[in-house]
């Protein structure tokens, strides 16, 4: 019976040494504040690439401190700069014809059009004109010539064929004779037609032909003097900034194939080794920032209405004796739970809790994930 009546006393004895050893080691208890335990966990991020490619360079490894803009690992980015150059050449063609547009025609262009306008207008002019007396003299000459020709050629051809019928000549001369005879009377067809044309004048259909000629050189003329129209030179203004924004895409792209980290803190594991073929968002590093970190704690429903979001908390790790960082608790859980089971005795497990964060700054990284550590709750006028 005796026996019994000392269990009761236990959790007593051991507040009493909890606080004693407390004391002992030179911590000072503030009075009425909320006493709780747990560990140091951080935010834990898997990082990896927005865009497919091979891993060629990863230099961080596993245990690696890193700070914020690090780079964590690199892309195969041939391919990538290959269209930047690529996308940056089209983008100075597009430029260049932009910029000769806008400058107007040059002056040199211009000339070469007024001397079409006049050459055409030259053309239409002959045509419309009719041939003159003395073209028309000089091809009844060339007629009578080409007929005199013709005369001379067969005679020439009846008398070596006579001759050839007495086989006094050779068949050849005859034949000689013949093809001789034959282009007399093509040459004397060639001139009457160029001196019947001399006689009618050009055809309608060539007037025509001139007059549009004209048309299109004049035209060709005045679009060289009023200059590029507003709608073409729009147009490639916007192929200009099509092409500005196809570089800028292809820079964004090249930027991708550079893993950076966004937190400083140390890396947890390495998931991807160089050489591997990644997709998108494949995990490369898992990386746990340590610039602020947060201890998980449990508080009995007890005490559940001492504490409040936003309060300060001092926290104290068994790894670094005697030295307090400062937080405040930045959740507190709104339903209750039982009590972890990592929690070292059965009776402390079955007891209601809530669950608390507190968040730390850590600006010398030195508290990491997985430390034990105690906090002590300020609940009132030790705030």
């Known amino acids: 019976m005796k026996k019994k009546k000392l269990l009761p006393l236990i959790p007593l004895v051991l507040i009493a040494g909890f606080l004693l050893y407390r004391s002992l080691g030179g911590e000072k208890i503030t009075p009425g504040a909320v006493l709780v335990s747990g560990n140091i966990e951080v935010i834990q991020v898997e990082l990896g690439f927005k865009i497919p490619g091979r891993l060629s360079e990863r230099p961080a490894s596993e245990g690696?401190?890193?700070?914020?803009?690090?780079?964590?690992?690199?892309?195969?980015?041939?391919?990538?700069?290959?269209?930047?150059?690529?996308?940056?050449?089209?983008?100075?063609?597009?430029?260049?014809?932009?910029?000769?547009?806008?400058?107007?025609?040059?002056?040199?262009?211009i000339a070469r059009a007024r001397a079409a306008v006049k050459r055409s207008e030259a053309a239409l002019a002959d045509l419309e004109a009719g041939s003159r007396p003395q073209?028309?003299?000089?091809?009844r000459a060339r007629v009578d010539q080409a007929q005199a020709a013709e005369t001379y050629a067969k005679k020439e051809h009846d008398r070596?064929?006579?001759?050839?019928?007495?086989?006094?000549?050779?068949?050849?001369?005859?034949?000689?004779?013949?093809?001789?005879?034959?282009?007399?009377?093509?040459?004397?067809?060639?001139?009457?037609?160029?001196?019947?044309?001399?006689?009618?004048g050009a055809r309608k259909d060539q007037v025509g032909q001139a007059r549009a000629a004209v048309s299109e050189?004049?035209?060709?003329?005045?679009?060289?003097?009023?200059?590029?129209?507003?709608?073409t030179i729009a147009q490639a203004s916007a192929r200009v900034e099509q092409a500005e924004a196809a570089v800028a895409l292809s820079k964004t792209r090249l930027s991708y194939a550079t893993l950076l980290s966004p937190l400083s803190g140390v890396i947890l594991s390495e998931n991807a080794e160089p050489g591997e073929y990644l997709s998108a968002g494949t995990p490369v590093v898992t990386v746990a920032g340590l610039e602020k970190v947060y201890l998980r704690a449990y508080i009995a429903?007890?005490?559940?209405?001492?504490?409040?979001?936003g309060q300060k908390v001092k926290v104290t790790a068994d790894?670094?004796?005697?030295?307090?960082?400062?937080?405040?608790?930045?959740?507190?859980?709104?339903?209750?739970?039982?009590?972890?089971?990592?929690?070292?005795?059965?009776?402390?497990?079955?007891?209601?809790?809530?669950?608390?964060?507190?968040?730390?700054?850590?600006?010398?990284?030195?508290?990491?994930?997985?430390?034990?550590?105690?906090?002590?709750i300020l609940t009132g006028k030790e705030e």
């Not at 803009?69 to 260049?96: E, H, M, N, P, T």
């Open 319 to 376: 790894t670094y004796p005697g030295k307090v960082y400062q937080g405040r608790i930045s959740f507190i859980a709104s339903e209750a739970e039982f009590t972890p089971k990592n929690v070292q005795t059965q009776k402390e497990r079955v007891k209601l809790v809530y669950r608390v964060k507190i968040t730390l700054d850590n600006p010398k990284m030195e508290l990491k994930p997985g430390m034990p550590a105690d906090a002590e």
């Open 217 to 231: 050189t004049r035209e060709g003329l005045r679009l060289a003097e009023n200059g590029p129209r507003k709608e």
């Open 135 to 139: 073209e028309i003299a000089a091809a």
């Open 160 to 200: 070596v064929k006579s001759l050839a019928e007495s086989r006094i000549v050779a068949q050849r001369d005859y034949d000689q004779a013949k093809s001789a005879w034959v282009q007399a009377e093509e040459a004397l067809n060639v001139a009457r037609q160029s001196l019947k044309l001399a006689q009618e």
């Open 301 to 309: 429903e007890t005490d559940l209405g001492r504490v409040k979001v």
């Open 64 to 109: 690696a401190s890193i700070a914020k803009g690090d780079v964590v690992a690199l892309l195969d980015d041939s391919d990538l700069q290959q269209d930047l150059a690529a996308q940056s050449a089209s983008l100075k063609l597009a430029q260049a014809a932009l910029a000769e547009l806008t400058a107007g025609t040059r002056p040199e262009e």
